[in-house]
């Protein structure tokens, strides 16, 4: 006789990354947690104007939950916002930002698979959207620590075709090499390389060792902004195998913010 | 099209209405069965009745060319209706939003539906919603006053600030519903932000 398994319930902390409605009145809700990577549950009847769980489990909210695990989806019950981020929720600048780094989130983060760096990293970088006005150094500073934490970390002293040591100047950036590739090296691949400027490696060099408090101070002209993003977008791009949904909007946000 | 989940032994007419009922929003695997079992029990003419009303549905149905509601012709009857303020339009994310405040009888004005709502993490922007649309209407200075009715989410409140942003140049006031408790909840249960619009929200007992 085959005995069920008796259904594991346990609360967590989470961040609320993608939210889809499901039938009448429910949600499914994923959050990134710390202990339990992606969670993704059944939030009953939060779409209800009196549900007591619905408003807590908005997107980009901090939140403590109750998850009762099944076979399929998790059941969300009895939870609680720890910090709903308002000011991203004010302005567009930040809420596309937000948006951009919550869906990076999800994609490097596996059901099951703990990784409380990742975690403490989404919520510090998220809190410190709410009040920097760099807000574009606070994105370059995560996907630089996202992809150290995940073990991509850009190789930005030697070259990444000859090995050779790189000396100060200008060089190029290839994503599917995973560094930065001498200005003299032939590759033997062809393969898409960006202009990286000294000033670029720099700011990719002090990114990589930076922590977030000196990352909000950073200050760089518009080109080796670009570099920067261009460069750590494509590595993004290239480990995930795909672009960000988010990207779209983030860039419209931006190139109207520049324009006015 | 999505890997079936039905059994070999499902003859093809079946497991296409399953995948078929699948496709549906909120159907899952197992509602798709029962449902298309239940049609299989169905007499015949019910049955050719259901599936006459869904190709009825894609034949008569179209957006209003004005309020992009759903529509029999080219204005739906909201927008003919010359009974109704023209000054004032009421922007909604969903046809069914609609629904639900004219059941409120207290909104005499006209409606836009965006069809959607700006949600970056899905791929939705700006261009994908009738935003050009409700700038058009905008153009001839009839309208007095947008009030934006998106969900009181974050893509709803984001894409209320985008409306905000886009309006603001032209001499239109632009409101958004109030936020606030709902009626018949606990303020034990209220969430941060629930609370917060509450308190900056609160009116005078009179």
Known sequence: MTTKRRPITYTTEGVV???????????????????????????????????????????????????????????????????????????????????????????????????QPLFRLLLSVLEALETTTNTDMITRFFEMRLLQLSGFQPEMSRCVETGIELKPANHLYSAERGGLLSNQAKPVIETALLPASLNTIKLLRFLSKAKLMNAKVIKAGEEEKRQLSRILRAQIHYVLDRGLRSEAFMDEVRSKKTET | MAQSDTAPSVTPPVARLIEAFHRLPGIGPKSAQRLTYHLIRMPKEEAEEFAGAIAELKDRVVLCDTCANISESAECQICTDLQRDKTRICVVEEPLDVIAIERARVYSGKYHILHGVISPVNGIGPNDLKLRELLERLRDGSVTEVIVATNPNLEGEATAMYIQQLIGPLDVKVTRLARGLPSGSDIEYADDSTLAHALESRAEIS
């Open chain 1, 17 to 115: 990354v993608r939210i889809s409605n499901l039938g009448e009145a429910d949600r499914i809700i994923t959050l990134v947690t710390p202990i339990h990577g992606l969670v993704r549950g059944v939030a009953k009847a939060s779409r209800k104007p009196g549900s007591k769980i619905g408003g807590h489990l908005d997107m980009l909210k901090h939140v403590s939950v109750s998850v009762r695990e099944t076979s399929t989806l998790h059941g969300l019950s009895q939870a609680s916002t720890l910090n709903g981020f308002r000011k991203l929720r004010d302005d567009l600048e930040r809420f596309s930002r937000a948006s951009y780094i919550s869906e990076i989130s999800e994609q490097f983060s596996v059901e099951n698979g703990s990784n």
